[in-house]
């Protein structure tokens, strides 16, 4: 057994699941258990169940067994510790997470999450906690780090569902609209539309004119190719939502709103997290359902949509993501037991490196207009929506 400076960990999965949790619990409580000697709590259903003083001793038989299962054996949630809904109330429960972690005698809070618990990590830091992060999401935005781990499997999911949509496409000389998750960036769809062969990719970062794209299917038509798939991003908007989502947002923050731009009129409540932290989502007809009508009329092509939704989010890991799990999370073992907190642990090409949290948390990380998959997508002939 080698010499720990940290003696007892409490683990939390918070945010939107992914697959590749439990190979990360995995990772960090083998290490922390059998190579460096510590006590392992396992908090259900994220922040809540800190507040709640919710737990599970995690042994080395409780997290046997644990690697290829999507989901989480945790339980998640999105709540907020600062403002977490109580009997009817939203309430500031910092102070009660930062009393219960410490009745429990953990040493260090380790938060495996999104954008949002970063962000909810730094402020339980801020309140004396010792915290270490790794970055989950299937959206692959949190900043500071090359990838997040979730990412590739859900990739892998859509690209599969993009080949598949192919052939039906062909059969029925038509437009498939294939809307994939990623409400502020678009590395989702760009990776599943590239890998894929999308004809059509629309991304959140690049804002496309409807006419464009309207054109390069007509193209596609003349040349003889009896279908087109677009694949496109759930946050992605044509320029003149963009627009109006920028006029919008500027407003609210005139009058001190953190309003997402989002140019509709009916409020959804209780989202929130990882994908649109403290900020309040409003929608109309659904982006992808509205593009797909939009492009049947001006093509005159028949368009179906398909929205993969949660299914992105279900499954066993990749193989990519099993491994990139057990490197942060042994990664993360062996920083604790060096005594490093207060930091996440990143993907830095073949390295995992500790990253202070407060330089990463609150922060996406989106698609570079110059990123290299960018500039394949548009070398092997994919229309973005702009025009270059
Ligand atoms: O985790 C981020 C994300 O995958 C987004 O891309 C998606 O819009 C969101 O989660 C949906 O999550 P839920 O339905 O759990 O609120």
Known sequence: MRKSKTRCIGILTSGGDCPGLNAAIRGVAKAA?????????????????LIESRTIPL?????????????TILGTSRDKPHKMPMGGRVMDMTATAVENARHLGMDCLVCLGG????KNALHLREAGLNILTLPKTIDNDVAGTDVSFGFDTAMNTATEAVDRLHSTATSHNRLIVCEVMGHNAGWLALGAGLAGGADV??????PYELAAVAEHLFERRRSGKRFSIICVAEGALS??????ARKEAEKAKKHGKGL?????????PGRGGDYDEDRLVLVQEPMASRLARELQRLTGTEARLTSLGHVQRGGSPTPTDRMLCTRLGTKAAELLAE???NV???VRGEQCVPVPLEKIAGKKKTVPLDHPWIAAARLVGTCLGDRL
């Open 59 to 71: 042994d080395d038989r409780a997290v046997s067994g644990i690697l290829t299962y999507g989901g």
């Open 339 to 341: 005594g490093v907190y």
């Open 115 to 118: 954008g949002g618990t970063q």
């Open 260 to 268: 997402k731009p989002k140019d509709a009129a009916v409020e959804v």
């Open 239 to 244: 320029d003149k939502e963009a627009k109006a």
């Open 33 to 49: 258990i059998t190579g460096y000697g510590m006590q392992v709590i396992g908090i259900l259903d994220g922040f809540r169940g």
């Open 344 to 346: 996440m642990v990143a």
């Open 201 to 206: 990719i629309l991304i959140p970062e690049i």
